[in-house]
């Protein structure tokens, strides 16, 4: 576990990667969060927030989004603001996900696929997938909540041979 302080309260989770190359179809992934309850932590998710759903209370928002990997930089970003998070959730899992709709796609077929993790202009996690190359998925980051109340990152790198909707079904049961 990483701690700082009193814990964690504005975090962004930021991916990059390139486009696909002139005539091939989109290369498209999505940053996916998935929230459990404090009392079962690796049980189902209370919700999965993605580009097509967000958070009921508004804690766990994209405010970026790509299905090209067009841009500078990081093309998409999810913002996870845990100092309004209910106590009802105690742990939040960060993955990514590759849609497979222009056939079978891994990490390894992609170019310059990286994530970061920031809190205001600290950084507290960066990636390029190097060691997911067979992956269609991976679980990024899991962010938990102590007795105290605070959050804390831990890092939670693991490839998964998962569809976008298995993957957020599954993404919760890996144990840091």
Do not use: C
Not at 10 to 34: C, F, M, N, T
């Amino acid at each position: 576990m990483h701690a700082h302080g009193a814990g964690l309260d504005r975090v962004q989770v930021r991916l990059k990667w390139d486009p696909s190359p002139y005539g091939e179809p989109a290369r498209h992934l999505d940053i996916v969060a998935a929230t459990y309850a404090a009392g079962d932590p690796y049980g189902r998710p209370e919700y999965v927030v993605h580009t097509e759903s967000r958070s009921p209370d508004g804690t766990i928002t994209m405010t970026r989004h790509s299905e090209t990997g067009l841009g500078l930089g990081y093309v998409e970003v999810m913002e996870l603001e845990f100092e309004r998070l209910s106590s009802a959730y105690g742990r939040v899992v960060v993955g990514v996900a590759i849609h497979q709709s222009g056939g079978p796609r891994t990490f390894g077929d992609l170019s310059h696929v990286g994530v970061l993790v920031v809190e205001g202009y600290r950084q507290l996690l960066t990636d390029d997938f190097a060691g997911l190359e067979d992956a269609t998925a991976a679980t990024i980051v899991e962010f938990t909540r102590d007795t105290s109340g605070a959050w804390h990152l831990g890092e939670l790198i693991r490839g998964f041979d998962s569809n976008p909707a298995a993957f957020m079904a599954e993404m919760g049961s890996v144990r840091g």
